[in-house]
């Protein structure tokens, strides 16, 4: 729901999941910080997580961003969010449905919220390549330039 999420999703996240993370040079991980201005934040997190608990969180995270907003508004999206996770592939149908209902992944995304908070993180998007915090949606040769020195600094530590 974040726009500045989006923005960075839709500017870099391809460039940077084909350069770095399918070459095998680094490792991406998705750490959620629903913000509690965005009405759909937490549902929509707890969603992905869903996907995620049938191998589909990538594919799914991708279809939140484009279909924002189909989802990005008050009151119960379940039946959007249902229809998202058979779109990108998440086989068992009922077992979705009974995770997004039984809101059992929000432990999870409250655990993901409170290790960004202990670390300091005050909005989204922010992010971490190495130990070198960036906040923002910021272009994407200011995330090249971050990972091309922690692949080398990396790579000096061998």
């Given amino acids: 729901e974040c726009p500045f999420c989006k923005r960075w999703h ?3 996240f391809a460039a940077l999941k084909r350069e770095y993370v399918d070459a095998g040079k680094v490792r991406m991980a998705y750490v959620h910080f629903p913000l509690d201005q965005h009405v759909q934040a937490m549902p929509s997190a707890e969603a992905s997580m869903c996907a995620s608990a049938q191998r589909r969180f990538w594919e799914y995270q991708g279809a939140l961003f484009e279909d924002v907003e189909a989802w990005a508004k008050a009151g119960d999206q379940s039946a959007t969010y249902e229809a998202i996770a058979k779109r990108v ?3 068992a149908a009922a077992r979705f449905r009974s995770c997004l209902r039984s809101h059992v ?3 999870v995304i409250d655990a993901d919220k409170d290790r960004m908070v202990r670390v300091g993180v005050q909005s989204t998007p922010s ?3 190495g130990q070198k915090g960036i906040a923002g949606a910021l272009p994407l040769p200011v995330f090249r330039a971050a990972l091309d020195s ?3 600094a990396a790579g000096a530590a061998r």
């Fill in 105 to 107: 992944m929000r432990a």
């Fill in 89 to 91: 592939g998440v086989a």
């Fill in 10 to 12: 839709d500017a870099s």
């Fill in 127 to 129: 992010f971490f390549v």
């Fill in 150 to 152: 922690a692949v080398a």
